[in-house]
């Protein structure tokens, strides 16, 4: 499965991006606002990029992690993972700080909810993020979505005190 937008290719992340995803992975600056990142040893980011392959092989996965590639570089990732009934989906990005500020995660958000919707017959989508990560909250708004609740509770791998966190939801008519 693939995905192709203006600018960018969506296509299975897995280990052949190994080296590239430890590099955004392990930065505390890219990943600050991440509930299981940074990855302290490469070790982790194997485990991870393995079970991510293990998904892809199913019939139909639940959890669908893609790379993105711009202009053939890998630049980061993007999923969607279905509830058990397959009507909702829960959206989440990272993108490699080097490479911020450009558009690249909203295209392929966008790129990705259009693909569900048209392809999946999905009409439910959700993302969640650190309550002080604007640009993360500032894309779901980018993308229609509208935040529908603000909870305590949420430890991000790198932060010793609890956060607040934000919903954020699209229903699509």
């Known amino acids: ?18 080296n590239s995803t430890f590099e955004y992975a392990r930065d505390i600056e890219n990943t600050k606002f991440m509930k299981y990142l940074p990855s302290d040893v490469i070790e982790e980011t194997v ?11 199913k019939s139909t ?8 590639l711009a202009d053939g570089i890998h630049i980061g990732a993007i999923c969607i993972c279905l509830n058990k009934d397959r009507t909702e989906g829960e959206l989440g990005w990272i993108i490699n700080k080097k490479y911020w500020n450009r558009g690249y995660a909203f ?8 693909y569900f919707v048209d392809v999946m017959k999905l009409k439910h989508f959700i993302a ?3 309550s002080e990560n604007a640009a993360s909250y500032s ?3 980018k993308l ?7 909870s ?8 010793d005190e609890d956060r607040m966190e934000y919903m954020y939801e699209l229903i699509v008519e």
């Open 128 to 130: 969640h993020c650190d």
């Open 61 to 68: 996965p639940e959890d669908y992690e893609f790379a993105i």
């Open 152 to 159: 305590s509770g949420r430890r991000n791998k790198s932060s």
């Open 107 to 114: 295209e392929a958000a966008q790129a990705l909810i259009e």
């Open 1 to 18: 499965m693939e995905i192709q937008t203006k600018r960018l290719l969506l296509c299975p992340l897995g280990l052949k991006y190994l």
């Open 139 to 141: 894309l779901m708004e």
């Open 144 to 150: 229609g979505m509208h935040r529908v609740s603000c």
């Open 47 to 57: 485990e991870f990029l393995t079970g991510v392959e293990k998904e892809w092989q």
